[in-house]
């Protein structure tokens, strides 16, 4: 068979990496693709959100199943479109993916059904929102509604950064359009982790535990990024493994009572303290960098799964993990998540022996590889045990060279 991956990041090249094993591929097309993926599959010249072009190449091809891997061509409605077409497509419809498209459908959601989450006010008055500062103590978390990148949440740790905040958002604009509407809510205190979800007609399977490290600097420290390391499993206790379950239970429950027709992946974010989860974020696709953590440790046939999930056959025991530890570390360019320089060469690829590179942000250029984003490599080491994935990734880190390169040091010791 014949599969089509979207997007050009780590995520797709985990996704097209793992799908490349399965018996029942022929061939991989990519679009855009990488540097990464051009070794191995066919990188095709259509960007993500041209969602016409796409029809046209999966039907001129007969393409057997599109893969989603990022947010925008879901919120635009491009499962929609592939499905008007009999063309078979693995993502939420454009209805679901607005959890992921707005914060605020996202949070009023789960306080319609009770879903344990943050405290929270939403405005689309700049005025209102500042008056509604005082409301909430410190540190408070204001997000913007949209994509923003994955950037539109800021944490402030006082008034001041507050306001400013709200003046970026609202005055300066620094969101266009998607900051036109604001979340304000609580912040949470506790562990961070994520947990991807196959979900098959309003149904959630839950893949392994993942924890994220989203913040750019050792110790957890400044602005937000996209994510600079993760690492799988991240063990749960009981009782936070029970009370996981009614979430997910209470998500299927609203899914149903809203009608939706939910196929696809659910990514949810939580913060655990205590035993208590709550849920930080819906987004609808798979997590990046967290599928590269995961895909490793993915014994089953991803293709097998993804089809089981859209014919409505997809059963618990379908999804296999093997034991290992996996653990990913995210070498960016310096300066990310704000500004940054591109195209600087990269080398000391065949010096790694031991991990998995997933390409997030080259490409190729005169024969060479380039940097082209804020985050460059994803570095993954598999071992029996966190002590022994750190030791392995951390040392293949320092072969790869290219300048102003940067990466946290301290990933799976928190």
């Known amino acids: 068979m014949k599969v089509l991956i979207i997007g050009n990041g780590g995520r797709e090249h985990a996704l097209a990496w793992k799908i490349s094993k399965s018996k029942k591929v022929d061939q991989i097309f990519m679009a855009k693709g990488n540097a990464g993926t051009d070794s191995f599959c066919k990188n095709i010249d259509i960007d993500p959100t041209d969602i016409k072009a796409l029809v046209d190449f999966s039907k001129k091809e007969k393409i057997d199943l599109t893969i989603v891997g990022p947010e925008d061509p879901l ?110 809510e609580e912040f949470l205190k506790g562990e961070e982790a994520s947990l991807l979800c196959l979900v098959s007609n309003n149904k959630l399977f839950p893949l392994e535990t993942c924890k994220d490290h989203k913040q750019i600097y050792d110790g957890n420290k400044g602005p937000n990024t996209g994510g600079v390391g993760t690492y799988s499993p991240s063990k749960f206790s009981k009782k936070t493994e029970e009370n996981i379950e009614k979430i997910l239970k209470q998500i299927e429950d609203g899914f149903n009572d809203s009608k939706f027709s939910y196929n696809g992946i659910l990514f949810i974010g939580f913060m655990i303290d205590k035993d208590l989860p709550k849920v930080l974020e819906f987004n609808v696709r798979f997590g990046d960098p967290e599928t590269e953590t995961l895909m490793p440790r993915l014994e089953s046939d991803l293709v097998e799964i993804i089809e089981k999930t859209l014919d409505n056959t997809l059963k618990k025991e379908d999804i296999k993990w093997s034991d290992d530890f996996s653990l990913c570390v995210i070498l960016v360019s310096e300066g990310y998540p704000l500004k940054y320089e591109k195209e600087k060469e990269i080398k000391g690829f065949d010096q790694v022996k031991d991990s998995l590179i997933f390409h997030n942000g080259t490409k190729i250029k005169n024969g060479k590889i380039l940097t082209d984003g804020g985050r460059v490599l994803t570095i993954n080491a598999c071992a029996k045990d966190s002590e022994t994935a750190r030791k392995i990734a951390y040392k293949d880190c320092e072969k790869i060279e290219y300048e102003n390169k940067y990466y946290r040091k301290d990933i799976g010791l928190n």
């Open 75 to 184: 919120c635009m409605g491009i499962v929609d479109e592939f499905e008007k077409n009999n063309l078979k497509i693995f993502g939420p419809n454009k209805e679901c993916a607005k959890f992921e498209k707005s914060k605020k459908f996202t949070k009023n959601f789960l306080e319609k059904y009770e879903i344990p989450t943050a405290k929270y006010k939403s405005f689309d008055d700049f005025d209102k929102a500042k008056k509604s500062l005082k409301e909430f103590s410190y540190p408070l978390v204001i997000k913007a509604d949209g994509l923003c990148l994955g950037k539109g949440v800021i944490i402030c740790e006082d008034e001041k950064k507050a306001l400013d905040t709200l003046d970026d958002i609202f005055v300066k604009k620094i969101f266009g359009d998607e900051g036109k509407t604001v979340v304000i």
